[in-house]
T-cell receptor
Framework: AQTVTQSQPEMSVQEAETVTLSCTYD???????LFWYKQPPSRQMILVIR??????QNATENRFSVNFQKAAKSFSLKISDSQLGDTAMYFC?????????????FGSGTQLTVLP | DTAVSQTPKYLVTQMGNDKSIKCEQN?????MYWYKQDSKKFLKIMFS???????INETVPNRFSPKSPDKAHLNLHINSLELGDSAVYFC???????????FGEGSWLTVV
């Protein structure tokens, strides 16, 4: 079974600063996908970024980037130039692409607050 | 246009009632899901359907019954609601070619 651990329940960052959210996972699989989802107070789950395990290059989406360390089973999210709208719960998630059963396993989340 | 839409968004009901949450996706995806987020914000899969066929059925009380009339719709019916069923229920969908799951806005169920 796969597990995902987010060891930081809460974090805060000043507006315009950079913050890194941590995520580790445990799996015996070699082919998998990792995701960061954002959940603002509206409760909607919004995909932030995706990383394929077979790709060595770290994924980047505008101000969001990841540091994927496959050997260490680590997948951290870096948010640059933090904005007030980045305030949300951030979930790290893991998926093994086994046929059509694409089940996401989520971490417990990190509540990020961006301070003005 | 909303890609994955759920109704109702908010639902308050009494214990013992039966209720349904409806979900529709207009992304042309072949797989749909129900996830539950509890009061501690922990997310866990409940069910998954691929082309109207049930493929994931986690340990969920049989009071919960999903139904997929076609691959664009996945409804969740809950019988004899209990206080512990209070949660946010998310519908989601994905495509066979892209390993990414897209979520609806959630349906916030409160059982009183």
């Amino acid at each position: 079974a796969q597990t995902v651990t987010q060891s930081q329940p809460e974090m805060s960052v000043q507006e315009a600063e950079t913050v890194t959210l941590s995520c580790t996972y445990d799996t015996s699989e070699n082919n998998y996908y990792l995701f960061w989802y954002k959940q603002p107070p509206s409760r909607q789950m919004i995909l932030v970024i995706r990383q394929e395990a077979y790709k060595q290059q770290n994924a980047t989406e505008n101000r969001f980037s990841v540091n994927f360390q496959k050997a260490a089973k680590s997948f951290s999210l870096k948010i640059s130039d933090s904005q007030l709208g980045d305030t949300a719960m951030y979930f790290c998630a893991f998926m093994v692409p086994s046929g059509s059963a694409r089940q996401l396993t989520f971490g417990s989340g990190t509540q990020l607050t961006v301070l003005p | 246009d909303t890609a994955v839409s759920q109704t109702p968004k908010y639902l308050v009901t009494q214990m013992g009632n039966d209720k349904s949450i409806k979900c529709e996706q207009n992304l042309g995806h072949d797989t749909m899901y129900w996830y539950k987020q509890d009061s501690k914000k922990f997310l866990k899969i409940m069910f998954s359907y691929n082309n109207k066929e049930l493929i994931i059925n986690e340990t969920v009380p049989n009071r919960f019954s999903p139904k997929s009339p076609d691959k664009a719709h996945l409804n969740l019916h809950i019988n004899s609601l209990e206080l512990g069923d209070s949660a946010v229920y998310f519908c989601a969908s994905s495509d066979a070619r892209v390993y990414t799951i897209y979520f609806g806005e959630g349906s916030w169920l409160t059982v009183v």
